[in-house]
Structures are given as structure tokens and as C-alpha cells.
Nanobody
Framework: VQLQASGGGLVQPGGSLRLSCAAS????????IGWFRQAPGKEREGVSC????????YYLDSVKGRFAISRDNAKNTVYLQVNSLKPEDTAIYYC???????????????WGQGTQVTVSS
């Protein structure tokens, strides 16, 4: 069972990235998938989640309207489209799998290795 996060990079303020979370060893659609981020010196925080049932989506207030989470079941992958990026979005972004969406990282059983997003001019 493995999650692989990718798609991070260095982008200017206002820019966009698409983060990917690919699963191997299990069917991603059976799980809620959450994206978390951790900035230097700060606690890890939940950014977004897509549920396993009905694909309900949830977002941290500070990213609503800028980030969008989605699934591609054929590719066994969940995406996080991040737009209108701000310097305060700089962090390592992790994806994780759980049976239900939650903003608490202890809820999640499987974690990817993280991908760095840096927003700077």
C-alpha cells in the first residue's frame, strides 16, 4: 500500500500547480483522500478532502475558491489543483487516505511522502 504525491515546485505568487496523489496496492476510490500541508515551524494542517461516498469535497477556509480537489478513478489518482497561490501557501503538501474526511491527521492511515510547494517572486 503506497501513496505517491507529486507536482510541487517553485511558482510565483498568483501562479498555479496541479498536485497528484497516486495510489498503488489499493483502490483509491474506496477511501477518503485528504491533502495536508506543513510549513516550516508550523503544525500540519488539513487543506482539502474528497470523500469516498458521493465525492463530497471539503476545504480549509483560506483556500476556498482557489484550490480544487478531484478524482480520476481510471488513473487511481486524486488531484489538488492549486490556483492563485500566495507566499503563505508555501509548505510541504502530503496526501493521505482514511475511511472518512477529517481535518485531523490522526484519522488518516496511509500517507504519501510529500511534495514541496514554494511560492515566491
Amino acid at each position: 500500500v503506497q501513496l505517491q504525491a507529486s507536482g510541487g515546485g517553485l511558482v510565483q505568487p498568483g501562479g498555479s500547480l496541479r498536485l497528484s496523489c497516486a495510489a498503488s496496492g489499493f483502490i483509491l476510490d474506496d477511501y477518503a483522500i485528504g491533502w495536508f500541508r506543513q510549513a516550516p515551524g508550523k503544525e500540519r494542517e488539513g487543506v482539502s478532502c474528497i470523500s469516498s461516498t458521493y465525492d463530497r469535497t471539503y476545504y480549509l477556509d483560506s483556500v476556498k475558491g482557489r484550490f480544487a480537489i478531484s478524482r480520476d478513478n481510471a488513473k487511481n489518482t486524486v488531484y489538488l489543483q492549486v490556483n492563485s497561490l500566495k507566499p503563505e501557501d508555501t509548505a510541504i503538501y502530503y496526501c493521505a487516505a482514511s475511511y472518512y474526511c477529517s481535518g485531523y491527521d490522526l484519522t488518516y492511515d496511509f500517507w504519501g511522502q510529500g511534495t514541496q510547494v514554494t511560492v515566491s517572486s
